[in-house]
Nanobody, 123 residues
Framework: VQLQASGGGLVQTGGSLRLSCAASRRMFLNNGMGWFRQAPGKEREFVATISWNGGATSYAESVKGRFTISRDNAKSTVSLQMNNLKPEDTAVYYC?????????????????WGQGTQVTVSS
């Protein structure tokens, strides 16, 4: 297993969760990382991305100001802090490693995917 996501769960509207993704060091050091999500009956969508050194981040408009992506290269982990959660954030969240050093909002730019972790926000 090269990407392992964790931290999902059930939370009420307005609550917070922190997702983590552990990656193999070989994969992690020089790669941009991203989080995507897929709700039932919907296509997978971009959530957030971070460049290889954490110097650049980008967010989907729907999560901007509520979610924060970060990475710890010493631990080969990338995290997604999710605050003020809404029912529409309910989805399976996937972490992914991009082909290059920069992050991307395009799923096609990622060649490694974790198994996903379920986030459920109750109203």
């Amino acid at each position: 297993v090269q990407l392992q996501a964790s931290g999902g769960g059930l939370v009420q509207t307005g609550g917070s969760l922190r997702l983590s993704c552990a990656a193999s060091r070989r994969m992690f050091l020089n790669n941009g990382m991203g989080w995507f999500r897929q709700a039932p009956g919907k296509e997978r969508e971009f959530v957030a991305t971070i460049s290889w050194n954490g110097g650049a981040t980008s967010y989907a408009e729907s999560v901007k100001g509520r979610f924060t992506i970060s990475r710890d290269n010493a631990k080969s982990t990338v995290s997604l802090q999710m605050n003020n959660l809404k029912p529409e954030d309910t989805a399976v969240y996937y972490c992914a490693a991009s082909r290059g050093a920069s992050g991307s909002s395009q799923s096609g730019h990622y060649n490694y995917w974790g198994q996903g972790t379920q986030v459920t926000v109750s109203s």
